[in-house]
């Protein structure tokens, strides 16, 4: 069975820039930790899959479709250093120079073409490993989609299936979205239903499934959590739809 690699882009390039000294430079004095790093685990990466696709997502844009929806979308992050900025184009060479395939687009987000692709690769019969540190992206897994989580550059990568991410988060692939509906994400900035913990959101979804069928039956659900529920019912699935990641982009 063939397989296909895909890459967040930019959440290696972040790991990539802070594990490694910022006082890294090249000989001409140019920063260059960022783009060692990023060398580093795209070879350890190659070594390890042996992938027969490979491709790299990126964000393009600091403005999605997402943003137009919810203007205050991901604010609240603490800001990237500049000199994390200036090492992007050195990151993209360096890409092109190992001659690995990248994607982007202003108007979606790198999670939004790891989605596409997987879909597209498991519908062609490959098995896929989808290699990020975002829980957006956990609603890929299935039986032929995993999670690899880089650790230690990625020597010690963390793999995450179906039943992994079960045991793990107490929630199925599939309801990671009206998990985020339930009880938000900060690094999102996407508030959920106030009053609403991972805990709770976790156990009402393994009670009823989706976001919408907890509304649909909140007259049994704890009267406390109920009344929380109703306050913050658009919110909720307002959250649910951003959360949901994109998997037709052409």
């Not at 943003?67 to 900025?85: I, M, Q, V």
């Not at 890409?95 to 108007?107: A, E, F, I, N, Y």
């Not at 498991?122 to 989609?145: C, F, P, R, S, W």
């Not at 393994?206 to 919408?212: A, F, I, K, S």
Request: net charge negative; charged share 25%.
């Amino acid at each position: 069975m063939s397989h296909m690699v895909l890459i967040d882009g930019h959440h290696l390039m972040y790991r990539a820039y802070w594990a490694i000294p910022r006082t890294l430079k090249t000989r001409s004095g140019e920063q260059s930790n960022t783009t060692f790093g990023m060398a580093s685990m795209l070879l350890a990466i190659l070594a390890k899959e042996e992938p027969d696709h490979l491709v790299i997502c990126f964000d393009a844009g600091d403005k999605t479709f997402r943003h137009e929806e919810h203007t205050e979308y991901k604010e609240g992050r603490a800001e990237t250093p500049d000199d994390f900025y200036v090492q992007i184009p050195r990151v993209m060479e360096l890409v092109d120079v190992l001659g690995l395939t990248q994607v982007s687009d202003p108007r979606y987000e790198a999670d939004d073409f790891l989605c596409t692709y997987a879909k597209a690769g498991e519908n062609a019969g490959m098995q896929v490993t989808v290699i990020t540190g975002d829980k957006d992206a956990l609603q890929l897994a299935t039986e032929k989609t995993r999670i690899a989580i880089p650790h230690k550059g990625y020597q010690q990568a963390e793999y995450l299936g179906p039943q992994e991410i079960e045991a793990k988060y107490g929630i199925r692939p599939d309801q990671v979205a009206s998990y985020k509906g339930l009880c938000g994400d900060s690094s999102d900035n996407l508030p959920g239903v106030l009053g609403i913990g991972p805990k709770t959101a976790a156990t009402l979804l393994q009670e009823y499934g989706t976001l919408q069928n907890v509304y649909d039956h909140i007259d049994t659900i704890k009267p406390t959590v109920a009344e929380k529920l109703t306050h913050d019912r658009e919110q909720a699935f307002f959250c649910e739809r951003m959360a949901e990641l994109v998997s037709d982009i052409t």
